[in-house]
């Protein structure tokens, strides 16, 4: 009998051959728009080498963290008999006897135990195999694929990633264009048809967003993005005058924009609070128009608010560092101004620290 989720998480491990090819890669891009396939990006995750419990989000949007074994426990306990037997026993049920084998409705499969959504119904296909499958997953971070060895044969078991709760298995005799077919229990599984209401757990994060400038933004960007609760961080350009300035323009000074950070992140992982501590500990405020070894107007530091909410908190935090603390009775000049539009900046800035392993002035706030 194979180990209860409950007593132990999932190993992800790496298979060689067919299999290995299709489904490993670098981390998945965002999902084609309109269901369109994409033949270069991995159909779905062979392993995990991100500590366990590090909060994490998709690229469709959704809070992927691995759930706690005492939050798997507590949603084990409203599961029916069948469900228990399948997510969190490994069971199998029998083929034909599924209640999601012939449905035909238009909509989204989640998982039963935590209602993260991992098929859609136009990827559903009649296998005759007498189980529901699909030769695509809803998104490449949604399924985790992990070597089964069980029963004397080797197979790839699918587990969701965000419960590693069991759903079936992964075989490589489907249709085109994945060549896959996912082999899925429907116990393991509610459907909600297409216009239904969705709980909040099948649902993306509501995220919101907040904008930094400090200086070079390879750094800020970089280090944002290592947050927890953080799903983007976008280098790019704000406050100036010019519409779709490029970098040339912004770095000879006279666009007014200073090179600024987007933030996308989730409030109930961290706050715009944090967030906002978090960039003090990553410039000194106290230098004017400039950062380190940028100067200029366009490397100025400040926080340009989108809500009445963000002002006012950015000011009292401004304000408490004035008075305690490593400026206090030092000038800090960081401006507190309302969000203008905010611009890209080109492909080659972004995760530029990450692509290219240059070092930055700009301190680890972690």
């Known amino acids: 009998m194979k180990t209860s989720l409950i007593m132990y998480p999932i190993a992800f491990l790496t298979l060689s051959g067919l299999l290995m090819a299709a489904l490993t890669g670098p981390p998945a891009p965002a999902a084609p728009e309109d269901g369109a396939k994409g033949s270069d990006r991995p159909i779905f995750q062979m392993k995990s080498d991100l500590p366990e419990r590090t909060p994490r989000y998709s690229a469709s949007g959704y809070d992927i963290t691995p759930l706690s074994d005492e939050k798997i426990k507590e949603l084990a306990g409203k599961l029916d008999r069948e469900s228990y037997r399948i997510l ?3 069971g199998t049920e029998r083929p034909g006897s599924g209640e999601l084998l012939k449905n035909d409705r238009s909509g989204v499969y ?6 993260l959504p991992l098929f859609k ?9 007498g189980w529901p499958s699909y030769f695509d997953v809803y998104d490449p971070q949604h399924v985790v694929g992990v070597v089964d060895r069980s029963y004397g044969m080797q197979r790839i078991e699918v587990v969701c990633a965000r419960s590693g709760a069991h759903l079936g298995h992964v075989f490589d005799d489907g249709p085109e264009p994945t060549g896959l077919r996912f082999c899925i229990n429907s116990a393991a599984m509610t459907f909600y048809e297409e216009g239904q209401d969705m709980p909040a757990e099948s649902r993306p994060v509501e995220t919101e967003t907040a904008y930094f400038a400090g200086g070079c933004f390879w750094g800020i960007e970089h ?28 770095i000879r000074g006279d666009t007014g924009h200073a090179e600024t950070v987007k933030v996308i992140f989730d409030p109930q992982r961290i706050s715009y609070r944090e967030l906002v501590e978090v960039f003090f500990r990553m ?20 926080i340009w608010f989108t809500s009445d909410e963000q002002r006012e908190v950015a000011e009292k935090y401004i304000e408490q560092l004035q008075k305690s603390g490593p400026f206090r009775n030092r000038t800090i000049v960081t401006a507190v101004e309302e969000a203008k539009t905010f611009w890209k900046a080109e492909e080659h800035h972004q995760n530029y620290i990450a692509r290219t392993g240059r070092a930055c002035h700009v301190r680890n706030p972690w």
């Not at 989640?110 to 209602?115: A, R």
């Not at 119904?121 to 195999?129: A, E, I, N």
């Not at 106290?286 to 530091?301: A, E, H, I, K, V």
């Open 283 to 302: 410039i000194d405020p106290t230098q004017l128009n400039r950062q380190g070894p940028d100067r200029g107007t366009q490397y100025r530091s400040g």
């Open 88 to 90: 969190i026993e490994s």
């Open 121 to 129: 119904s136009g990827d559903k296909y009649d296998s005759r195999t």
């Open 110 to 115: 989640v998982c039963k135990l935590c209602g």
């Open 223 to 250: 280090y944002f993005g290592k947050g927890p609760g953080v799903l983007e961080a976008v280098s790019g350009y704000q406050q100036g005058e010019v519409d779709n300035p490029t970098y040339e323009q912004v």
